[in-house]
């Protein structure tokens, strides 16, 4: 049996630990009215896109490992359907939908049938053509095409029509979710995940993943989804307990 790459649990550990604090912190500023201003500054902002960077390159990079994908695609996905549904009756005001879950779930779903073809791209190419159009597609959501905050031109409005094209990237005026990971741009950035992974294969690389060893993260970073699917409910729960 192939030992597993424990650098990868630790890490998606970490990021998962952060994710936890962070909407500890959230909840405290948006739900308890605690005033905590550098939270609602840029870098609040960079600590959420450091947390989403990393689990969804983790996903595109151990999409290569995993040997019952559609069966695990699949549980993502229902996973985000009950989050949907159990905001959508509890927390309204904080609906979530097609938020980080959902757009895990699809892009594992997606990369299935298309992995036969994308092994044929070279995986610096595929890399490199990946991460640009995630620069450029990063701000479609706010109807444009741009590259580190500079404007390139315009998207239709026409584009920006209902539920479905935001699930896609294309959010119409009104649109809502507490979590909002669209499609577009983040598929990119999966597949990114997805050519560094053949990248370090073709190195040679992925041994040195297995080097790192902490049991505790470990054990974190292998229970991911169902540590994600209670977290919020327990942290919001210990902090009415405590501002009640």
């Known amino acids: 049996m192939r030992n597993r790459y424990t650098s990868l649990d630790i890490l998606r550990a970490f990021a998962l630990i952060s994710m936890i604090i962070f909407h500890a912190v959230w909840d405290l500023v948006y739900i308890f009215g605690i005033d905590l201003q550098w939270f609602k500054s840029d870098a609040g902002e960079i600590w959420q896109q450091s947390i989403l960077w ?33 905001t959508y009756i509890f927390m309204p005001e904080n609906f979530i939908i097609f938020g980080v879950l959902c757009f895990l779930g699809t892009a594992m779903l997606i990369t299935i049938p298309v992995d036969k073809n994308l092994k044929k791209i070279h ?31 315009k998207i239709p409005d026409s584009l920006y029509q209902n539920e479905l094209t935001a699930f896609f990237g294309f959010p119409h005026y009104g649109f809502f979710s507490g979590d909002y990971v669209p499609f577009i741009p983040w598929i990119f950035l999966f597949f990114c995940g997805y050519f560094l992974y053949k990248i370090f294969k073709r190195k040679d690389l992925l041994k040195h993943l297995s080097f790192v060893s ?17 977290h919020q409910p327990l942290i919001y729960g210990v902090l009415f307990l405590i501002f009640r």
């Open 214 to 230: 902490c049991r505790p993260l470990e054990f974190i970073g292998r229970n991911t989804l169902y540590i994600y699917m209670i």
């Open 123 to 153: 995986p610096y190419a595929g890399l490199i053509f990946s991460f640009i159009n995630f620069i450029l597609t990063k701000d479609i959501m706010f109807r444009k095409i741009s590259i580190f905050g500079t404007e390139l031109c």
């Open 54 to 86: 990393t689990f969804v390159l983790l996903s595109g990079f151990c999409f290569n490992l995993g040997k019952k994908r559609l069966k695990r695609a699949i549980t993502v996905i229902i996973c985000a359907a009950i989050i949907t549904i159990v």
